[in-house]
């Protein structure tokens, strides 16, 4: 695991949006996984400034965001594909042919999961993936169990998530509790990963992540197999 500590939020979002843009850049037709959470907006920003300034080309990009609550439209202002509308998609000229997020809105959510993994597969499989962390260690949706997960899947949202997230919600009633996320397979499969955060509350997971045992409890900590994984963290 590579590691990267920055001083300040500024700094991670600069160098997080640098090693997208050199993907990008590198292999213009790369397929990106995307994250959604405060975390990323400000890497979202950059891009779409370095867009605005004609340094980067999004228009072969195919891109897969990790997971979507379950039982949102996409027209919803908290769903995760309003998200990237908002932050990214809308602002840069993405194919949005090539934009994939898994549909919270389809009733047969075992279904919408395995047309996800069938569309990762005809892509030919992500190439760089970005990632957030929670403070119980999940990535993804992929919250602390018994076992890994695989590939995409329902999940019930944990207690810990749940208040995390709650903020964005007008009640706890409106939010929901169920979400489609990229399993663990799925996300092992990436090229490269990069996964950023910061904050004081997220310390313990970070460091459970980087030196502790690889165990579900800890999802994140199954990064330490990977062989190409680059952590950007600011501790304020
Ligand atoms: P956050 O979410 O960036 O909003 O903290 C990260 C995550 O839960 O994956």
């Keep these: 695991m590579n590691i990267i500590k920055t001083d300040n939020r500024q700094q991670l979002y600069e160098q997080a949006a640098t090693l997208i843009a050199a993907q990008i850049i590198a292999k213009p037709d790369s ?8 975390t990323p907006e400000g890497i979202y920003q950059n891009l779409v400034e370095r867009y605005k300034n004609n340094f980067l080309d999004f228009s072969a990009i195919t891109s897969f965001n990790l997971d979507e ?48 993994e069938k569309q990762m597969a005809q892509a030919g499989g992500i190439d760089f993936q970005l990632l957030g962390i929670g403070r119980n260690g999940h990535i993804g949706f992929n919250e602390p169990a018994e076992f890994f997960p695989g590939d995409t899947h329902l999940v019930d949202l ?16 409106e939010m929901p509790t169920q979400a489609l996320s990229m399993g663990i397979k799925s996300i092992m ?48």
Aim: glycine share 8%.
């Design 158 to 173: 944990t207690e810990d998530t749940l208040q995390a997230n709650q903020r964005f919600f007008a009640s706890r009633e």
């Design 69 to 116: 609550y379950y039982g949102l439209a996409g027209s919803h202002p908290q769903s995760y594909r309003y998200y990237m509308q908002e932050k990214l998609f809308g602002q840069v000229n993405i194919n949005a042919e090539k934009i994939h997020i898994p549909d919270g809105s389809r009733k047969d959510a075992g279904a919408a999961c395995q047309d996800y």
């Design 189 to 236: 499969k990436a090229r490269k990963i990069v996964l950023v955060a910061f904050g004081e509350d997220k310390r313990e997971a970070i460091e459970g992540m980087v030196n502790g045992p690889i165990t579900p409890q800890l999802p994140a900590s199954v990064l330490q197999l990977h062989p190409d994984v680059t952590i950007i963290y600011c501790p304020v």
């Design 31 to 38: 397929v990106i996984g995307f994250a959604t959470g405060s």
